[in-house]
């Protein structure tokens, strides 16, 4: 007897064939049959009119605490993605030195600041017990409903071995030794490969470069050599020229990282904007050198354009323009005084638009800012409004004017930047780079920058987008760009696909509503701490290992997930 029975659905298997109309039967956590299914089962539904795909795996995400308190990892559950993959970015929670109790401590206040999460929240929501990253990863086998893996960060590494020497320092011969053994102790224990940053705009609580942007070749080759010597692993590296357009090192540095390994490297994310063409070509010129030296280097990018919550008065994007970051951190009464001087405004604004400034510079069109909550009454009736307008009534240049409304808000003001790249070339554009076999979509990074920005949903307003909206990618194929291509990249076994045999990770969706909601700030954080939610629309229902997870948006308190390990879960993708 089968578990349960969808019947008639419109099936879009992952591989980008046709949609059929066909009975999905689950049984023990798999995919028992694919057709017209007389067999009796305990459960059965009536799919017709709906499309049942692979469940969604998002390539990108900082969940590897979240999961803790909120084993759903919402909203990408509730948005179908069934499988995500942590421990980016150089950054993860372990391994945690046993004699050095104040390394969690630092771990905390470096995440906090690095991906935007409540420091409560990781204070209070963590259980914080382990060491070893194989305890890590035990601490939440058996307490998730989504299927997690996670590479291990270098920073975390570095940290371990080092100490507070790890900011500013180069490792001994025998710190470098033992750094490769501790990698290769979490790669059998379960992780996924390397992450590391070399980004200028990655500081730690202490506002110092994290530890890993003080890696210099030799460390990073010795590390990624281990890399190789593991099944099913990969890389993950982030550097300056992510941001806008790399330097000739950077394309060499990832060439060599991913051909010493054998394995694909992939970084986050490629921005595509017609209004500069020559970013696309350049960022995969990195990829072009790699195949030719026997490596892979693969670009993630984003399907949709994602709102970001600013402000003056907290951390955010608008830190990381060069010279802004000093302003930006002084104390609010100092702030606003600085911020309302004329000199410096114009010196900010120097520093936005010079190359330096890099993608950011898409940031400073502040006449295109929308103004989001205000608290005084100065500000009455300004939500919503455009600050151009503001401006023009008020007879201010619009830098001028948005430093007004905030100083008046004693900078609590929420802004909303307008993108200017969601014009029809640079949609063209992206449907045009999305089909380079380099090319993966995601760089979600759900669970970081919660107060922020709410990435988790690109996947239901994708393909919302692609049915009834600009139609770039049919469904067949946008399914497969969402399920089996970040499956294969990744060397996930029998996941990505509807196939008898395969995992059963499903979503059921009604084509006609499929979409995403306005992402709204919420307090369900530990410490009642604030993050971005959307809820998702026209999902039906969703299935990791073939329990029900979700169903009309509503979490079933199953908790189906598995912790997804290098080797046993995950084969060998080789470069060469």
């Known amino acids: 007897?089968?578990?349960?029975?969808?019947?008639?659905?419109?099936?879009?298997?992952?591989?980008?064939?046709?949609?059929?109309?066909?009975?999905?039967?689950?049984?023990?956590?798999?995919?028992?049959?694919?057709?017209?299914?007389?067999?009796?089962?305990?459960?059965?539904?009536?799919?017709?009119?709906?499309?049942?795909?692979?469940?969604?795996?998002?390539?990108?995400?900082?969940?590897?605490?979240?999961?803790?308190?909120?084993?759903?990892?919402?909203?990408?559950?509730?948005?179908?993605?069934?499988?995500?993959?942590?421990?980016?970015?150089?950054?993860?929670?372990?391994?945690?030195?046993?004699?050095?109790?104040?390394?969690?401590?630092?771990?905390?206040?470096?995440?906090?600041?690095?991906?935007?999460?409540?420091?409560?929240?990781?204070?209070?929501?963590?259980?914080?017990?382990?060491?070893?990253?194989?305890?890590?990863?035990?601490?939440?086998?058996?307490?998730?409903?989504?299927?997690?893996?996670?590479?291990?960060?270098?920073?975390?590494?570095?940290?371990?071995?080092?100490?507070?020497?790890?900011?500013?320092?180069?490792?001994?011969?025998?710190?470098?030794?033992?750094?490769?053994?501790?990698?290769?102790?979490?790669?059998?224990?379960?992780?996924?490969?390397?992450?590391?940053?070399?980004?200028?705009?990655?500081s730690d609580g202490d506002g110092q470069p994290v530890a890993s942007r003080h890696a210099g070749p030799a460390e990073l080759l010795a590390l990624s050599r281990a890399v190789g010597e593991h099944e099913g692993t990969q890389i993950e590296a982030i550097v300056a020229g992510c941001l806008d357009q790399f330097s000739d090192a950077e394309i060499e540095l990832f060439v060599e990282l991913s051909a010493a390994a054998g394995r694909p490297l992939n970084w986050n994310v490629l921005t595509i904007d017609a209004a500069v063409p020559q970013r696309v070509p350049r960022q995969l010129l990195a990829s072009e050198r790699a195949r030719k030296a026997g490596g892979r280097v693969v670009a993630l990018t984003m399907p949709i354009l994602t709102p970001m919550n600013m402000s003056l008065g907290t951390f955010c994007a608008l830190n990381l323009i060069p010279g802004w970051g000093e302003i930006l951190s002084l104390p609010v009464p100092e702030r606003i005084r600085r911020l309302k001087d004329p000199a410096v405004r114009d010196g900010m604004l120097r520093r936005a638009a010079s190359k330096e400034a890099g993608v950011f510079r898409r940031l400073t069109d502040f006449g295109r800012y929308v103004i989001g909550d205000t608290y005084s009454p100065q500000n009455a009736g300004l939500a919503g409004r455009v600050v151009r307008e503001i401006a023009e009534e008020r007879g201010q240049d619009p830098f001028a004017c948005l430093v007004d409304i905030c100083a008046a808000d004693d900078l609590r003001t929420v802004l909303w930047p307008m993108p200017t790249d969601n014009d029809p070339a640079s949609w063209a554009l992206r449907a045009e780079t999305w089909q380079h076999e380099d090319v993966l979509l995601g760089g979600s990074d759900a669970g970081a920058h919660l107060d922020r920005m709410c990435g988790a949903p690109y996947t239901t307003r994708f393909l919302g987008d692609c049915l009834r909206g600009r139609k770039l990618v049919g469904l067949e194929r946008a399914v497969r760009m969402l399920t089996d291509d970040p499956a294969r990249l990744f060397g996930l076994r029998e996941r990505g696909r509807i196939e008898e045999g395969f995992h059963a990770d499903l979503v059921l969706f009604d084509p006609e509503r499929i979409d995403a909601g306005t992402a709204t700030l919420v307090h369900d954080l530990p410490g009642d701490s604030p993050r971005l939610d959307s809820r998702a629309i026209g999902v039906r229902a969703v299935w990791v290992n073939g329990v029900e997870a979700i169903r009309d948006d509503v979490v079933s308190g199953a908790v189906p997930g598995r912790v997804l390990r290098s080797g046993r879960d995950t084969r060998t993708v080789s470069t060469r």
């Open 1 to 202: 007897m089968l578990d349960h029975v969808i019947k008639g659905a419109s099936v879009v298997d992952g591989t980008g064939a046709p949609a059929f109309t066909a009975d999905v039967g689950i049984q023990g956590g798999r995919v028992a049959a694919v057709g017209k299914i007389s067999e009796a089962a305990r459960t059965t539904e009536d799919a017709s009119g709906l499309v049942l795909a692979p469940g969604f795996v998002d390539p990108h995400t900082h969940y590897d605490a979240q999961l803790f308190w909120d084993p759903y990892a919402t909203p990408s559950l509730n948005h179908g993605v069934t499988t995500v993959v942590g421990g980016n970015c150089g950054f993860t929670l372990a391994p945690l030195h046993p004699d050095r109790p104040e390394d969690a401590d630092y771990t905390r206040r470096m995440m906090s600041r690095v991906e935007g999460m409540s420091l409560v929240a990781l204070e209070e929501g963590a259980p914080w017990s382990w060491h070893g990253f194989g305890e890590y990863l035990d601490a939440l086998e058996g307490r998730i409903a989504v299927n997690a893996g996670f590479m291990v960060g270098h920073c975390a590494l570095r940290r371990y071995v080092m100490g507070a020497d790890a900011v500013g320092g180069q490792p001994s011969a025998g710190q470098l030794d033992a750094m490769v053994r501790l990698l290769r102790e979490a790669m059998d224990a379960g992780a996924w490969g390397l992450s590391t940053t070399q980004s200028s705009t990655h």
